[in-house]
């Protein structure tokens, strides 16, 4: 089993950046692709970036191509997604998951909010 647990969401004005953190734990070695997600208020939750844990491979979702970049630090079994010219519609919560070699997906845990100002 998986575990992942998100940070580094704040608040800030739009044009600015963050850094999102997920950490992962237990079955590392299972992990096949890790993915940021996002859900804003009365909407579904979406797919943000993803990266591959074999080859580095990685996918944004066409709102965020040019402004997010998502890396990996095997080190610290650490996913971020940096955030650049933020704008108000990235205002969310923020959530990692995982899917692995065997499968299954790790369970959602309770995000991190990122508020963007206009």
């Known amino acids: 089993e998986v575990q992942l647990v998100e940070s580094g969401g704040g608040l800030v004005q739009a044009g600015g950046s963050l850094r999102l953190s997920c950490v992962v734990s237990?079955?590392?070695?299972?992990?096949?692709?890790i993915g940021w997600f996002r859900q804003a208020p009365a909407k579904e939750r979406q797919g943000v970036s993803r990266?591959?844990?074999?080859?580095?491979?990685?996918y944004y979702a066409e709102a965020v191509k040019g402004r997010f970049t998502i890396s990996s630090d095997n080190a610290k079994n650490t996913v971020y997604l940096q955030m650049n010219f933020l704008k108000p519609e990235d205002t969310a919560v923020y959530y990692c998951?995982?899917?692995?070699?065997?499968?299954?997906?790790?369970?959602w845990g309770q995000g991190t909010q990122v508020t963007v100002s206009s």
């Open positions: 998951n995982c899917r692995t070699y065997s499968g299954s997906y790790s369970d």
């Open positions: 237990g079955s590392t070695f299972d992990v096949y692709n």
């Open positions: 990266i591959s844990s074999s080859d580095g491979a990685t």
